[in-house]
């Protein structure tokens, strides 16, 4: 009995937990670049013959590109993929279905189980999440695992400055977070000949200059620093 109990623990100490997580290449990019987001898995693999996801995204910010099998599935050919774009109001969703489709071998990892190719379309900052995942291993039954969470990603390093003026003749300037961003700094000038001084830095998104009426006016650049 106690060797029995020993052999359990040592398997159970030795067992190697699935973990599943999110990748971004590159994690800032501009319009019309591709963005690359993996669906990574790390563990023990062995026993996994097929899975199904949906990936939440913007699809005011990327539109899907292509979506490509990653080396954990491929190891073992011949594989089924499946998948399906939709998108309502803003947001978007592609449902994933994986699978391979012979019964006496699993998967190989650490590695990517799947990659999704965007092209970047406007500017600001964007979420991508995993939800309904589900792991199913050689007789189909469910797996285990642990999700590391969503990710985080950026179209344009500098946002546009977007201006608009209040009823006392100052005005707002207000512009979309940025991805690592220690401070937002404000520079003006009145003239295109002229030097950019700086005119405040802040840690919101937005700013009223008070002393902007009157002629000539103020012109505006934005920039970040970054961690």
């Known amino acids: 009995m106690v060797k029995k109990l020993l052999a359990s623990c040592l398997l159970a100490v ?20 591709l963005i690359m987001v993996s669906v990574t898995a790390s563990g023990d693999l062995t026993q996994l013959r097929g899975y199904s996801l949906d990936l939440e995204y913007r699809t005011t910010q990327i539109d899907l590109f292509s979506v490509i099998e990653g080396d954990i599935m ?4 011949p594989t089924y993929l499946y998948w399906q774009d939709d998108a309502i109001n803003g947001y978007g969703v592609v449902h994933v279905d994986h699978a391979i489709l012979g019964d006496t071998a699993g998967g190989d990892g650490p590695g990517t189980l799947i990659h999704f190719v965007w092209e970047a379309r406007e500017c600001g900052l964007g979420e991508l999440a995993l939800e309904n995942i589900q792991l199913r291993d050689l007789q189909n039954q469910p797996i285990s695992f642990t999700y590391t969470g969503d990710a985080l990603h950026q179209v344009c390093q500098v946002p546009p400055l977007q201006i608009e003026w209040q009823p006392d003749n100052s005005v707002r300037l207000f512009w ?25 830095t802040v840690a919101d998104t937005s700013w009223i200059d008070p002393a902007s009426s009157g002629l000539p006016m103020r012109l505006y650049r934005l920039r970040i620093d970054h961690d």
Request: a negative charge.
């Open 14 to 33: 030795g067992a190697s937990a699935i973990e599943i997580g999110l990748e971004v290449d590159p994690i800032v990019v501009e319009p019309g670049e």
């Open 74 to 77: 491929i190891i073992n050919p």
């Open 176 to 200: 979309e977070p940025v991805l690592n961003a220690n401070q937002y700094l404000l520079e003006s000038r009145f003239d295109l000949e002229e030097m950019w001084q700086p005119l405040v």
